[in-house]
C-alpha cells in the first residue's frame, strides 16, 4: 500500500498496462482539475477511482474518453502514444466511458439509443432494425433486465434508463470501458448483475476503470485503488489491501465516524400524518405500489424510510408531495388535510419534497443557481405584478451561505456546479419555501461522502429547528446513522420500524427481504408501530 504523494501503480507489472496517462494537467482559466497525475489501467483488471466531488475523477476521464483534451500530459495506448480527438475516436480506439450523468434521447426507443450514429445498415440506405433488436434483446437479457427494446426510454424508471446507458457502452465493445456511478439508479439485484457482467468483461481482457460514491461497493468489485483529491493523485493501493477507513480519510482527510451528525433533537408535535394511504402504480394500475400505509413524523424529527427497488419509496414521497393521486388515505400537515391539495397548495401549506432525479424534476438547466433556487419560492418576493429583485437576491445568498453552496456567485450555470453541489442547490430550493415538513428521496445519490455529510448536517439542522425530515434511502448505512427511526417498506407496506441505537443492517436487509430480522426484539410490528405513534401524538 501506498498513500500520500504516490504516482505509479508498484504491484502492476507493466506488461499488463494496457492505458497509460502521464503527467495530465487540465488548466480551466486559473483553475487546475489536474494537476500532474500519472495513472494506468490494468487489462483484465477492475480500477477503482475514488475522490470527491471537485476532486479531478471526472476531468481525468473525460480526458482518457477524448471528452476533452488534456493541457499537458500525454496518453499511451497498447505501448503506444496516442491523441484522441473525441469521444468517436476514443471509441474507434477502444476506449468508451459511461458518464455519470445520463446522455439518453427520452423520445427515441431502447434500440435506437443504443444504435445512435452507428446504425446497421442492410442495403443502401435503410437500417436493419430486427438485427438491432435482436442484438439489443440480447444485451437486455445478458443485464437480466426485462425492457422491451422498442420501448420509449422516457418511459423507463431511472433504474431501467442506467440500465440501457450501460447496455450501450457494453455493446461498443471496447477494450477500455469507463463506468462513472454507474449504479447511482440501480437496485441491489441490479448491481449484484452488473458486477457478474463486469467479471466477464475483465475475464476476457477488457479494463475498467470504476467510480462510484458507493464505496464499500466499489471495493468489492476493485483490482486496484486510485484516490484524487485536489486534482492530484494522492493514494494508490491493490484493492485487497485497504478498507472503507482508508480510501474516506485519503479521499477527505477525516475519519469516516466524523461523517454522520449527532441526532436526537427534541420532538415536538405531529407534523406529518399519513392515515391508511393507498397508491396505485403509475406504470402498472392494476398494481399498487402503497397499500394501507400510517405514518407519523413529528418536529425535530428525522424519519428515514429503508427499502429495496420497488417497495414504494418513491410513489409515497410523491403521493405526499402532490404528484401522484392516491386512491384512497389522507395526508395531514400540521393537523390540517392536504389531500387533496395541489403540489403548489401543499408548499404553501408547509411541505416540500427533494425529488430522486435531480436533472430531470429538480432543476431547470437554462436557468442560473439563484433562478433556480428562488423558482419555487417566487411568489415570496412578488409584489404586486413586480419582482422584488434585492429580496431575492439577499434570500439566494444566505440559501448559498446556509447549505454551503460552493458556487462562483448565484449568476453561475448550473451546470457549472458539481453533483454534490447541484444537490444543495435543490433542497435550497425547497427550504426557501419554509416548510413545516421537508421530503428527500434518496438525497445522497451519486454525491461523495464529503458532500452527503454536509446534506446529513442540514438534515440534523433543519430537525433541531423544529420541522419534520422523512428521507428515504437504499443505503443501509444512511438508513441506520443519519435517522431517529427507521422504517422499512416491503412491496408497498411499511412493515416494521427500528431504533437505529440497536439495529443492525443485517435486521434491515432481512425486515425489507420478507425475512425474520435476528434483533426482533428490537422492532415493533405495524399494529404496536401504530398504536405508539398515536400514544406519542396524544
Not at 201 to 224: K, M, N, P, Q, R
Not at 243 to 259: E, Q
Not at 291 to 300: K, M, N, P
Not at 341 to 367: C, H, K, N, W, Y
Request: charged share 25%; glycine share 8%.
Amino acid at each position: 500500500m501506498t498513500i500520500a504523494g504516490t504516482a505509479r501503480f508498484e504491484n502492476v507489472v507493466a506488461d499488463d498496462v494496457v492505458l497509460r496517462a502521464e503527467a495530465i494537467t487540465k488548466v480551466y482559466g486559473g483553475t487546475h482539475a489536474l494537476r500532474g497525475v500519472d495513472f494506468s489501467v490494468r487489462a483484465g483488471a477492475v480500477t477503482a477511482l475514488f475522490g470527491e466531488n471537485g476532486a479531478g475523477k471526472s476531468t481525468l476521464m473525460k480526458i482518457i474518453a477524448g471528452v476533452e483534451q488534456p493541457t499537458t500530459g500525454s496518453l499511451t495506448l497498447n505501448g503506444r502514444p496516442v491523441t484522441f480527438h473525441s469521444a468517436v475516436d476514443a471509441v474507434d480506439h477502444g476506449v468508451a466511458i459511461i458518464h455519470q450523468e445520463l446522455s439518453l434521447c427520452p423520445n427515441l426507443s431502447v434500440t435506437d439509443n443504443i444504435f445512435m450514429g452507428r446504425e446497421i445498415v442492410r442495403r443502401g440506405p435503410f437500417v436493419d432494425t430486427a438485427r438491432q433488436r435482436r442484438i439489443v434483446a440480447g444485451l437486455l437479457e445478458r443485464l437480466e433486465e426485462p425492457i422491451d427494446p422498442r420501448q420509449d426510454v422516457g418511459d423507463l424508471r431511472l433504474g431501467q434508463q442506467q440500465i440501457v446507458e450501460i447496455a450501450r457502452a457494453i455493446s461498443l465493445d471496447a477494450r477500455v470501458l469507463i463506468m462513472d456511478e454507474p449504479t447511482s439508479a440501480l437496485s441491489s439485484a441490479e448491481v449484484h448483475v452488473l458486477f457478474k457482467v463486469i467479471r466477464e468483461l475483465t475475464a476476457s481482457g477488457v479494463a475498467v476503470v470504476y467510480i462510484s460514491h458507493h464505496l464499500d461497493e466499489a471495493l468489492e468489485i476493485a483490482d486496484d485503488v486510485v484516490v484524487l483529491r485536489d486534482g492530484s493523485l494522492v493514494a494508490t493501493a491493490s484493492a485487497a489491501d485497504v478498507d472503507l477507513p482508508w480510501v474516506v480519510a485519503n479521499m477527505v482527510g477525516r475519519n469516516p465516524d466524523d461523517l454522520f451528525p449527532p441526532m436526537g433533537a427534541p420532538r415536538g408535535r405531529p407534523l406529518l400524518e399519513v392515515r391508511d394511504l393507498t397508491v396505485a402504480d403509475p406504470s402498472n394500475p392494476s398494481r399498487l405500489a402503497v397499500e394501507d400505509f400510517d405514518l407519523t413524523v413529528h418536529a425535530g424529527e428525522v424519519v428515514s424510510i429503508y427499502g429495496l427497488m420497488g417497495a414504494g419509496r418513491t410513489e409515497l414521497l410523491e403521493t405526499l408531495a402532490g404528484r401522484l393521486a392516491p386512491q384512497s388515505g389522507t395526508v395531514l400537515v400540521d393537523g390540517r388535510d392536504v389531500t387533496h391539495e395541489t403540489i403548489a397548495g401543499r408548499i404553501a401549506l408547509g411541505l416540500a419534497l427533494v425529488p430522486e432525479d435531480r436533472q430531470r424534476d429538480g432543476l431547470v438547466q437554462p436557468m442560473s443557481v439563484g433562478e433556480n433556487m428562488s423558482l419555487a419560492s417566487i411568489g415570496r418576493f412578488l409584489r404586486g405584478p413586480f419582482l422584488a429583485h434585492r429580496d431575492e437576491r439577499s434570500a439566494v445568498r444566505d440559501a448559498i451561505k446556509d447549505v454551503t453552496v460552493k458556487a462562483s456567485s448565484p449568476a453561475a450555470a448550473i451546470g457549472s456546479l458539481s453533483g454534490g453541489n447541484q444537490q444543495k442547490v435543490v433542497i435550497a430550493k425547497m427550504l426557501l419555501t419554509r416548510p413545516d415538513v421537508l421530503l428527500l428521496d434518496e438525497p445522497t445519490r451519486g454525491i461523495d461522502v464529503g458532500a452527503k455529510a454536509d446534506i446529513f448536517a442540514l438534515m440534523a439542522e433543519q430537525a433541531r429547528q423544529g420541522r419534520a425530515v422523512l428521507f428515504a434511502t437504499s443505503e443501509l448505512s444512511e438508513a441506520l446513522h443519519a435517522a431517529d427511526r427507521v422504517l422499512v417498506m416491503n412491496r408497498g407496506r411499511l412493515v416494521q420500524e427500528f431504533d437505529p441505537a440497536t439495529t443492525t443492517q443485517e435486521d434491515l436487509m432481512a425486515a425489507s427481504d420478507d425475512a425474520t430480522p435476528s434483533g426482533a426484539d428490537r422492532t415493533h410490528d405495524l399494529t404496536s408501530t401504530t398504536h405508539d405513534l398515536n400514544g406519542a401524538s396524544a
